[in-house]
């Protein structure tokens, strides 16, 4: 018979272990996502030249994010808030670790590599774990919010988009900041702090200047006129308006492309995959894939709106805004609308770090809206 203080250590450690509760999936999430991830390896097929050498590998990363899409769905909501914690602190560990031994690729150190088996990219794990913990501590607290707890969200927030502007990737740092400031405005914050918040982040823009690299200095310049420089940092926007231009309404077809099939377009396989789908298959199916797209995202809304308990409603929203600041920033980059700052397409572009991902973010949205009734992940 167990001694008691061996059952009170070992309520002690209960919370610690994940509690798996049975299998739901929202039907509309789960059938658009697995839609969208099938158009990206049809289109990505096409992108890469119909090489089967890279497209083979991102297609098996794709199977495994659905099964890790599966798995964190099976997790149980008070898992999922009592885990937080160790899932924030473990993305601000792989954030050091990837500036300390990362891999170096297109001028920045993003990204960790296990020698002969894989390399990720912690910066995308990294969006989540900022949503989960700003919701972990946002649930605590009693409405109003107090200007203390927006101080509090703001040092959670800013110590991994330091880590993350420092590697240096200003795009994935401002996509960990953005969802942040959309939940606040859900957790009910008072409007006049945003804008205090804001006129503060335009006065510091002087001191922001002077810390970017010349490359990113020159992508901002570039940005109001690329043909300032056409051959240089103006020159994936003008090829992109191209590309997108030379589609018309229904294409050239899949691989008959010229801007990716003759390397005029750079990156077209991950940042600039919407422009190849311009310009192979037209506006048409564009819009419908950016349909699609906003289909997921208010789907996610939706999913948000219905659940009562605070944690989950924060960090359902705030990942359904991880997903939807990722979308605009790219559509914008390919338009032209925003500086090209590297932020791929989400569930179309290529690598495995952003797919699984964000695929596992629908896989949390699935598991926390489980019970329809308020639970409390504070509870035993």
């Not at 690729?105 to 969006?127: D, V, Y």
């Not at 501590?137 to 110590?159: E, G, N, Q, T």
């Not at 290529?350 to 973010?361: D, R, V």
Request: aromatic content about 10%.
């Amino acid at each position: 018979m167990n001694t008691r203080a061996e059952r009170l250590a070992a309520g002690r450690l209960k919370w610690l272990v994940p509690r798996f509760g049975h299998l739901v999936l929202d039907a509309p999430l789960f059938g658009l996502a697995l839609l969208v991830v099938g158009f990206g390896l049809i289109v990505l097929f096409s992108a890469l030249g119909g090489s089967i050498d890279r497209w083979d590998g991102h297609a098996i990363r794709a199977g495994f994010a659905v099964l890790v899409m599966l798995a964190v769905a099976h997790l149980h909501p008070q898992a999922v808030f009592r885990l937080t914690p160790f899932v924030y602190v473990g993305g601000v560990l792989l954030l050091v670790a990837t500036m300390t031994f990362g891999q170096e690729a297109n001028n920045s150190r993003s990204w960790l590599g296990i020698p002969g088996l894989f390399r990720f990219q912690p910066s995308e794990m990294a969006k989540i774990a900022v949503v989960l913990c700003v919701a972990w501590y946002l649930s605590f607290r009693p409405y109003p919010m107090k200007m203390f707890d927006l101080l509090v969200v703001a040092c959670i927030v800013a110590l991994p988009c330091t880590l993350v502007f420092m590697q240096p990737d200003l795009g994935t740092a401002m996509m960990i900041v953005a969802p942040s400031c959309a939940m606040l405005v859900v957790a009910g914050f008072r409007i006049w702090w945003m804008v205090a918040g804001g006129l503060a982040v335009l006065a510091s823009s002087p001191f922001l200047w002077m810390n970017l690299l010349p490359h990113q200095r020159s992508r901002l310049l570039t940005f109001f006129d690329p043909y300032q420089d056409p051959l240089g940092h103006g020159y994936n926007i003008i090829q992109s308006w191209i590309a997108l231009g030379s589609g018309g309404l229904t294409g050239k077809g899949l691989m008959k492309g010229t801007q990716s099939r003759l390397d005029f377009l750079p990156e077209h396989h991950t940042d600039f995959i919407l422009a190849v789908i311009g310009e192979e298959l037209g506006v048409v199916i564009t819009a419908a894939l950016l349909m699609a797209l906003f289909a997921v995202f208010a789907r996610c809304l939706t999913i948000a709106t219905r659940t009562t308990d605070t944690f989950a409603r924060l960090a359902i929203t705030g990942i359904a805004m991880v997903f939807f600041c990722n979308v605009v920033v790219n559509v914008g980059m390919v338009l032209g609308l925003v500086p090209v700052v590297g932020v791929p397409l989400p569930l179309i572009s290529y690598g495995g770090s952003s797919l699984i991902t964000m695929l596992a973010g629908f896989g949390l949205i699935m598991a926390l809206q489980k019970e329809r009734k308020r639970w409390s992940g504070r509870e035993g």
